[in-house]
């Protein structure tokens, strides 16, 4: 199996759907397109400058979409393929101080379930992998914070809850997600990734 990933850099989207084809075309045919490019913001969102909102968009929804379209035109061809796209838990349950990042993240669950039903006659597969908080992936790194001084004894026991969690994703976690996705030829869509993200869904 030969797989693309998008990495975790917004960098990694700036060259726009030709560049991407550029770089498809030199590196050869892929059967499965993982993005998991994407960056945090949390915090209120009335202190969220809109450009900064933009930027969150920018990578985690426009990155994707571009990623997705720059692949198509060769799984449409070969009739086959698979584009796996990770979200978040935060798709599962509605989660506080964390806005922009969940529209950002909702917005490529409405653009994957839709994208699904259109490239099924083509043969080709669209997934979504939802992982839940992983403390110790280089996520944590790409995450922005903005808590004015409103909203400091609000969020305080948010975070503080968020320092000590019963439940965890990891790093495998994602990965045997991500493997599950894109080997899977039913029609199952969602593929919560860790012990919070299963929780969750089992609680929607």
């Given at each position: ?43 209120a969102f009335e202190a ?36 796996v796209n990770v979200t ?117």
């Amino acid at each position: 199996m030969r797989c693309g990933v998008t990495g975790s850099k917004p960098d990694m989207v700036k060259p726009g759907v030709a560049g991407i084809a550029a770089a498809l075309d030199a590196s050869g045919p892929i059967d499965v397109l993982v993005n998991n490019a994407g960056v945090g913001l949390a915090g209120a969102f009335e202190a969220t400058p809109m450009a900064q909102a933009r930027r969150v968009f920018e990578t985690n929804t426009f990155g994707v979409m571009a990623m997705t379209q720059a692949v198509l035109p060769s799984f449409r061809a070969q009739r086959s393929g698979v584009v796996v796209n990770v979200t978040s838990s935060v798709a599962l349950a509605p989660m506080p101080l964390v806005a922009v990042y969940t529209a950002s993240k909702m917005a490529i669950e409405g653009f994957t379930g839709s994208l699904a039903h259109e490239l099924q006659a083509f043969n080709v597969r669209v997934k979504l992998v939802e992982p839940g908080y992983a403390p110790t992936t280089r996520f944590a790194q790409n995450t922005e914070l903005r808590i004015p001084e409103a909203y400091a004894s609000f969020a305080q026991p948010i975070f503080a809850a968020f320092a000590q969690p019963a439940l965890v994703t990891t790093e495998s976690d994602v990965a045997e997600a991500v493997w599950r996705a894109a080997n899977d030829g039913s029609a199952q869509l969602r593929f919560p990734a860790g012990a919070d993200a299963v929780a969750l869904a089992q609680a929607a």
